[in-house]
């Protein structure tokens, strides 16, 4: 399972005439891909203060920047490599803060686990990432090729943790799953399952990254006994002499 090339451009599709209006604003690539960064860390300083539900769905809004800033691009004929850069380093850069975020919020609400889950997410995230820039920097899958391989590319990385986040929030919020139970005095005992649900995604992250990760050494290696080139007898011979 991976989203192709087709199946993103098609998305991509319907997000033009809004990357189109926001243009006729006055904003530009670099200025998306920087309001989108923005967004995105406000998201993550909701989270840090625990407040999950709308700092989920702000992650999400700057994540979803990221389909405006290359499509206008495209669609304005300014597509440059300096855009691409500034892409990737802002995705790469407001990933990390939000993780971190969550392992700020869920220390904050004491609970330890949560915080392990999200730092294992974030590495495997990561090198979804680095996967897929050391390949095209080496000349393998150029272009948008290693993005369409894996089950757990940026785009799904970013509704699973925006599920995980609003779920956390809607079923009782984050806390120390070892006080399930516990009566709080009120008359009412604590439920932990938002915090099972926030693992519950970040495992999904953390485990499909690392899958993703796999399938994209594995697509590499593919690619490079493809292009290996046969050795001659001549060649044989000549080492054989040294």
């Known amino acids: 399972m991976s989203i192709s090339n087709e199946s993103r451009g098609r998305i991509k599709q319907i ?4 990357a189109l209006g926001m243009g006729r604003l006055g904003l530009t690539p670099d200025g998306l891909t920087l309001l989108g960064f923005g967004i995105t860390v406000v998201g993550a300083v909701l989270i840090a203060l625990q407040f999950w539900l709308i700092g989920g769905i702000v992650v999400f809004v700057g994540g979803v920047f990221d389909m405006f800033d290359g499509t206008l691009a495209r669609a304005t004929g300014k597509v440059s490599p300096l855009g691409a850069f500034m892409d990737s380093v802002f995705d790469r850069w407001g990933e990390a803060i939000v993780y971190v975020s969550i392992v700020i919020g869920v220390s904050r609400a004491h609970f330890e686990l949560g915080a392990w889950f999200a730092a294992a997410a974030l590495a495997s995230a990561f090198m979804v990432s ?3 820039a050391k390949s095209e920097g080496l000349g393998f899958s150029e272009g948008t090729g290693m993005a369409a391989i894996g089950v757990m590319p940026r785009e799904v990385r970013l509704v699973v943790l925006t599920v995980g986040l609003v779920g956390a929030a809607v079923l009782g919020g984050v806390m120390p799953v070892e006080m399930m139970g516990e009566n709080t005095g009120l008359g009412t005992s604590v439920d932990a399952t ?6 519950l995604a970040l495992g999904i992250i953390a485990v499909g990254s690392t899958i993703t990760v796999i399938q994209r050494i594995l697509h590499v290696r593919s690619q490079a006994k493809s292009a290996a080139t046969p050795v001659t007898t001549t060649t044989q011979e000549t080492r054989s002499t040294t």
Request: neutral net charge; without cysteine.
């Open 15 to 18: 997000f033009e005439p809004i």
């Open 130 to 132: 680095y996967t897929r």
């Open 194 to 199: 938002g915090s099972f649900f926030l693992l």
